[in-house]
């Protein structure tokens, strides 16, 4: 999902710009276009919902509390800076919809990304409880 969140504000970028070229030609197209982008990213962020349970498990089972602080807030950052600059694209090009569905995706990965230390955060209030 981390790396999925590159491919969608591409597509959006993408889209924001094909919009705006065939819009000057043909301006009903355009929002067709951008509706389409948006329903095809939708879908995909739909069919994350089940590789995303799984890598959480797999993650609560392998993290390395240690190393994990350093990659999660690189990560994180990452994924931030990548969905905030595809949604001010798509915004400046008049595509609302599209920066809301970029802005979804990277809260979506920044979620995923986040979920180690949502595992420290349970352990630490399990163990307060059993005091």
């Known amino acids: 999902m981390v ?4 491919g969608v504000a591409a597509l959006c970028i993408v889209v924001t710009i094909l919009s705006k070229v065939i819009g000057k030609y043909h301006g009903e197209y355009s929002l067709f276009i951008s509706i389409v982008a948006v329903s095809i ?3 995909f962020l739909i069919t994350q919902i089940s590789p995303v349970t799984e ?4 993650l609560f089972s392998f993290a390395a509390l240690d190393e994990v602080y350093m990659s ?12 905030q ?5 798509c915004k400046d090009g008049g595509e609302t919809a599209l920066a809301t569905v970029a802005e979804l995706s990277g809260k979506l990965a920044l979620t995923l990304v ?7 955060i349970i352990s630490v209030i399990g163990e307060l409880i059993s005091l």
């Open 85 to 89: 600059l595809a949604c001010d694209i």
């Open 72 to 83: 999660v807030l690189f990560k994180a950052l990452g994924i931030c800076y990548v969905t």
């Open 3 to 6: 790396e999925s969140v590159f």
């Open 41 to 43: 990213v939708v879908v």
């Open 55 to 58: 890598l959480i498990s797999q």
């Open 114 to 120: 986040c979920v180690p230390l949502f595992e420290v």
